[in-house]
């Protein structure tokens, strides 16, 4: 959630002026203490195929991947 935080303050926004984070495979690696195959199968359980608390749209060749974060506060 600070992620959302600092991309708001950075403008990160689509066209649709939804926030996203950058958050790397490595970055996962590192935070979780993991290997590849590990980051790689929480990203994937996290995405839309998974719980879908996250939306990850590729950008192409050479640029990271965008993170949109879902509203998961359920209403009491």
Do not use: H
């Not at 495979?25 to 929480?42: F, H, I, P, V």
């Not at 991947?65 to 506060?73: A, D, G, Q, S």
């Amino acid at each position: 959630m600070d992620r959302i935080g600092l991309s708001v303050k950075n403008g990160w926004m689509d066209s649709d002026r939804r926030v996203y984070i950058y958050f790397t495979q490595e970055d996962a690696m590192n935070l979780m203490s993991c290997g590849k195959d590990k980051a790689t199968k929480l990203f994937r359980e996290l995405d839309k195929d998974g719980i879908g608390l996250i939306e990850r749209k590729k950008q192409g060749q050479g640029r990271p991947t965008r993170i949109y974060v879902k509203n998961f506060i359920l209403p009491l």
